[in-house]
């Protein structure tokens, strides 16, 4: 046979394998920094208009409710629910917006766009938040480490919500899907940036000292309030859309690096696990509180009860002791 014309073997295709295979490193937590910053100046108007109103609501609202006048207070806490209920329509329209402006830089974003989004999943959002919440509730009833290591692996669940459509427990499990594996990667980048933000809040903590220095308000007064209420904002309004592109280009680099799939099943088990021990533990707090209280009051009372015998005794030694020098005196006499 002519070796010219003979067709080439090809080579063997390796056996798929239930591991994950990764096409591409995790971009740095410095990288992720760099490209969430240039998001930010690019289009910090937009981020700016999405956030500034639930979140002025809340701080109103907070300094309502910190006022002595029974009316104001009642106020204050229905705007905070209300700016509360808006900040999660806005947090998964910032997250909508960082997404169309990654994926077509030219796209024209609108703000009544994206909250007719964020409104439209608002019960889904919430859903996979309370129960994250539940399963963080439960694996933090079992000590620190257990919630430490759930916490970071459903750390991109809000962002298969919104970007995916996943919904209940699935958006827990597709974030648990793209950072096995990579756990410890993950966990820096995730404490990388919740370092800068400690930072500027530091930076926040001393600018209010030092006003609070310069013009001699006191702490908790209404002016500390009001001043603490605008840093605040201002903090949020700079580095929420700074954190929420950060996390967005590193769930894209996770879903473009991952090519297999991962088994869920018994990740699923343990969430459902610590969601179980979740409610159980608050529905057992209020019995826990009572009891220590009840406890509690039953010990001092029991302490004053043994001091009054203490003092009865007492007087009544006294007593005995002085009716016996009396007749002593009587007899001298």
Do not use: C
């Amino acid at each position: 046979m002519d070796p010219q014309n003979q067709t080439p073997v090809q080579a063997p295709t390796p056996a798929p394998s239930s591991a994950p295979m990764l096409s591409a490193p995790l971009i740095g937590a410095v990288d992720l920094f760099k490209y969430a910053w240039g998001m930010y100046k690019k289009n910090w108007s937009i981020f700016t208009t999405i956030l500034i109103f639930p979140y002025a609501l809340i701080y109103i609202g907070n300094a309502l409710v910190s006022t002595e006048n029974l009316a104001l207070l009642v106020l204050g806490a229905l705007i905070t629910i209300v700016g509360f209920v808006l900040s999660v329509v806005a947090y998964t329209s910032l997250v909508k917006s960082v997404h169309d402006l990654e994926t077509n830089p030219s796209a024209i974003v609108s703000v009544k766009d994206q909250y007719s989004f964020g409104f439209k999943i608002f019960w889904s959002v919430i859903l996979v938040g309370i129960i994250q919440a539940l399963v963080s509730f439960g694996s933090l009833a079992l000590f620190l480490i257990p919630a430490i290591i759930v916490g970071v692996y459903v750390t991109f669940s809000y962002f298969g919500v919104v970007l995916d459509g996943k919904k209940g427990f699935s958006a827990l499990t597709e974030s648990f899907s793209l950072v096995r594996g990579r756990w410890w990667k993950i966990l820096w980048r995730i404490i990388f940036v919740a370092l800068v933000n400690l930072l500027l809040s530091v930076v926040i903590m001393g600018i209010q000292f030092l006003l609070s220095s310069l013009t001699g308000y006191q702490h908790n007064s209404s002016t500390d309030i009001m001043v603490s209420s605008i840093l605040n904002m201002i903090l949020v309004l700079f580095y929420m859309p700074i954190g929420v592109a950060y996390l967005y280009k590193l769930y894209r680099t996770l879903k473009e690096t991952e090519v297999a799939e991962i088994s869920t099943v018994v990740f699923k088990r343990w969430l459902v696990t610590f969601l179980v021990v979740g409610i159980v533990a608050i529905v057992m707090l209020p019995v826990f509180v009572v009891t220590v209280i009840g406890s509690s009051v039953r010990a001092r009372q029991a302490a004053i009860e043994a001091v009054m015998r203490a003092k009865a005794q007492q007087d009544a030694i006294q007593q005995e002791i002085s009716g016996q020098q009396a007749p002593a005196g009587s007899t001298t006499q």
